[in-house]
Every structure is written in structure tokens, then in C-alpha cells.
């Protein structure tokens, strides 16, 4: 163990279940002690910390030890993608950098820095070309550690859109038609209009086919002439298709109050953390500082002049199954910030963070093309609007 800039610098290894799962979660608690008015979202992971990326095609913790206590923790996933919008030949190896956390009397010892160090190395030697994380836009401590120190470049900034579960049911239209797609049918579906989009992930049969997958839907006009075959080769006229994952059988999340030390860099509670404060004020809204779980809406797509209305109609539709959920009490979706159908989604604008993704090119044998392919990327003028997020990584 060496120091560093004065001080003792931790020993960096892979997470094991039998010794660490406890001290993970005393991690969390000690996070969320301390005195404060200010509001956090927190998570539970039910006894498994591993769990928002066990259903990652591979995935690696890590966890930080000072003097036999954990002092931090990070998670990684890897998977191929779609980039620059040209499949198959452009799919590439990404890594996912998430839940970077450091015990509050820890911070500002290069702890954060030594894990997202040792994670890199991971994707270097599974040949990953490029490493992205996501933060919300004003954590500025997470874009100067990934940004100023780590060389990553800010390119994309996506809308997440949340939606509460209300008391009432949504009124869904008479005149339009919603129905139940089987797997293969969805995967055909997304493959045909999907695959071209930035982040599509190779592998969209192994997500819609998860346990968590709760299905995919259609909605076109009742009586619309065109004929609706399920194989995507004759479609309506006018059509919206989503897919719905449920996060509430893996994690549940909570209101609490934390100290102000105790931020999480990446993507854990980004969500919602910073506005679930408001809803206290709303007493007709469910009781959010009990744990509670939320639907995720991914896959959003639709073509034809109704398609914004389609769009709309499903999104009532899974508030509807939302309700009949005992412990589901938001959805949430996330969407390129320029995609039109953002504005056809169902949404509180109070409760729309900014987000920002931040991607770095990491393969090591050709790392000059690919950075030179990066700086291409990142100045098209004719950017995808649209983009893929995958559920796992919520």
C-alpha cells in the first residue's frame, strides 16, 4: 500500500459476495447518516449490491479497502452498441462506468480516482473501445473527476422524463387498438427501426426476454386500412411501440435526508433525487419516504402522422398497469433531448432533470482511431436525435 499526495492509498479489488455484501450495505447506511434538510433519493438493493448490473451481458464490481474497512465501491458493465448510426459495421465494445461511492470521512483522498483507474483497466483488457458514464449536468464534482482529470468528453445530453402514479386511472381513447407483442415479434420490430440509433444494444433479445422485461406493446388506430401483420412487414398507417422494464423486483428506492458529503457520482439516484423533494407538498401523490418501486419505459418509437398520439396513449396505458402495481408509484423514461417524442410522453417538467453522458475512447491498440473517430462523433452536425437506453443500466 503506498501513499499519495500524503495520503494512504487503498487497496483496490473484485467484490466477493461472502465478505462484503454486509459492508457494502453499512457502506449505504453510513451514507445516509448525518443532519441535514436536504432531501435524497436512496436505493435498497435487497441484499444483493451487484443487482443493477447482474443482468448486464459482463459486469464487474469493485470495492476500496483502507485499513480493513470499505472505504468505496464502482460498478462497470460492458456490452456492444450501435455508433454512428451505421450497423453492423459500426457497433462497438462499450463500457458503462456506474454507482461510483466513497465513505463520506473518505472523500477528497483520491479514493474515487484509484477505482475508476483499476476499472478502466478491467475494459482495456476486455478490448472495450469506448467508456461512458452518465451524471446529472450540475454534479460538478462528477464532471470534473470523469471531464478535467480523466480525459471523457461531454456528448449527449438525454431528457429523462418522470411521470407519478396517480390515484386515477388514465383515460384511454376507444379508437385505438393496443396489443401484447410476442418477444420475437418486438425484437423484429426493434431491429427494423431501431438498430440504426445511437446506443441500441446488440443484444435487445436478451433484454426483452428478462424476467424484468414486463413486455412490449403496440397502439395503432382501430380501423386504419393498412393491415397490421406482427412481423413488421406490413404495419399501420399510424403506430407507437414501447416496452416496459420493472425495476421494483431487483431494487426499491426511498426518500431520506443525507449529508451533503455523501453524493453519488454516476447514475444511481440521478433520476428523480434532486425534485422527489416537492412531492410532500402534493397530498394527493403516494408516500414516497416508504421504499418504493418504479416502471421504466424503453424502446419508445413511432411512425406515421398519429404517431405522437399513439405514443401518448401507451404511455396511459402502463400508468394503467402501473396502478394495479402495489409498490410502483412513478415511470420513468429516458429520450434523446432533440426527439420529437418527448413531447408526446406524459410528464411533470418539474421533475425532469438535466442529464449528461460523458464518453472516452479506451481501446488501447488503435487508441488514436478511435480517437479520431470520437472527434468525428462528437461534431457531426447531423446527429441522431433519437437515442437507445438500455434498462439495465437504470
Same mark, same amino acid.
Given at each position: 500500500m503506498v501513499r499519495r499526495m500524503g495520503f494512504k492509498q487503498p487497496m483496490i479489488r473484485s467484490y466477493d459476495r461472502r465478505i462484503d455484501r454486509a459492508r457494502v450495505e453499512d457502506l449505504e447506511r453510513r451514507c445516509e447518516v448525518g443532519p441535514t434538510e436536504r432531501v435524497f433519493l436512496f436505493t435498497d438493493t435487497l441484499g444483493d449490491p451487484i443487482c443493477r448490473i447482474r443482468n448486464s451481458p459482463m459486469y464487474k464490481m469493485l470495492v476500496a479497502e483502507l485499513d480493513n474497512e470499505l472505504v468505496g465501491v464502482i460498478q462497470g458493465s460492458i456490452k456492444v452498441v450501435t455508433m454512428m448510426n451505421k450497423p453492423p459495421k459500426d457497433m462497438a465494445k462499450v463500457g458503462y462506468i456506474l454507482g461510483l461511492r466513497v465513505a463520506p470521512r473518505q472523500r477528497r483522498k483520491g479514493i474515487g480516482s484509484s477505482l475508476v483507474r483499476e476499472l478502466e483497466k478491467w475494459f482495456v483488457a476486455n478490448e472495450i473501445d469506448f467508456s461512458y458514464m452518465a451524471t446529472e449536468k450540475e454534479n460538478e464534482a462528477s464532471v470534473r473527476l470523469f471531464v478535467d482529470k480523466f480525459g471523457y468528453n461531454k456528448f449527449r445530453t438525454p431528457a429523462i422524463l418522470v411521470n407519478p402514479v396517480q390515484n386515477r386511472p388514465s383515460h384511454i381513447s376507444s379508437n385505438v387498438e393496443i396489443a401484447k407483442l410476442r418477444i420475437e415479434d418486438a425484437e423484429s420490430l426493434y431491429r427494423k427501426f431501431m438498430a440504426s440509433i445511437e446506443f441500441f444494444p446488440h443484444d435487445i433479445d436478451k433484454i426483452l426476454g428478462n424476467k424484468l422485461s414486463l413486455g412490449t406493446w403496440i397502439a /395503432?388506430?382501430? +380501423?386504419? =386500412?393498412?393491415?397490421?401483420?406482427?412481423? +413488421?412487414? &406490413?404495419?399501420p398507417t399510424s403506430w407507437a411501440m414501447l416496452s416496459v422494464w420493472n425495476t421494483g423486483e431487483v431494487f426499491k428506492l426511498w426518500l431520506g435526508k443525507a449529508p451533503l458529503s455523501c453524493l453519488i457520482f454516476t447514475k444511481g439516484s440521478r433520476v428523480i433525487s434532486r425534485f422527489f423533494p416537492c412531492f410532500k407538498l402534493l397530498p394527493s401523490l403516494p408516500d414516497f419516504f416508504d421504499p418504493f418501486g418504479f416502471y421504466f419505459m424503453y424502446g419508445v418509437h413511432g411512425q406515421g402522422p398519429l404517431a405522437g398520439k399513439m405514443v401518448r396513449t401507451l404511455c396511459q396505458f402502463v400508468h394503467n398497469m402501473a396502478m394495479a402495481s402495489k409498490d410502483c408509484k412513478v415511470i420513468v423514461t429516458e429520450v434523446g433531448d432533440q426527439d420529437e417524442v418527448r413531447?408526446?410522453?406524459?410528464? $411533470?417538467?418539474? %421533475?425532469?432533470? *438535466?442529464?449528461? $453522458?460523458?464518453?472516452?475512447? %479506451?481501446?488501447?491498440?488503435? &487508441? =488514436? *482511431?478511435?480517437?479520431? #473517430?470520437? /472527434? *468525428? /462523433?462528437?461534431?457531426?452536425? =447531423?446527429? *441522431?436525435?433519437? %437515442? #437507445?437506453?438500455?434498462?439495465?443500466e437504470v
Open positions: /395503432y388506430s382501430k +380501423g386504419d =386500412q393498412s393491415s397490421w401483420d406482427s412481423t +413488421g412487414k &406490413v404495419l413531447h408526446h410522453i406524459p410528464h $411533470w417538467k418539474l %421533475l425532469c432533470p *438535466e442529464d449528461l $453522458w460523458c464518453i472516452k475512447a %479506451l481501446k488501447n491498440d488503435d &487508441v =488514436q *482511431e478511435r480517437r479520431r #473517430f470520437l /472527434y *468525428e /462523433y462528437l461534431t457531426k452536425t =447531423q446527429r *441522431e436525435k433519437a %437515442l #437507445f437506453v438500455d434498462p439495465r
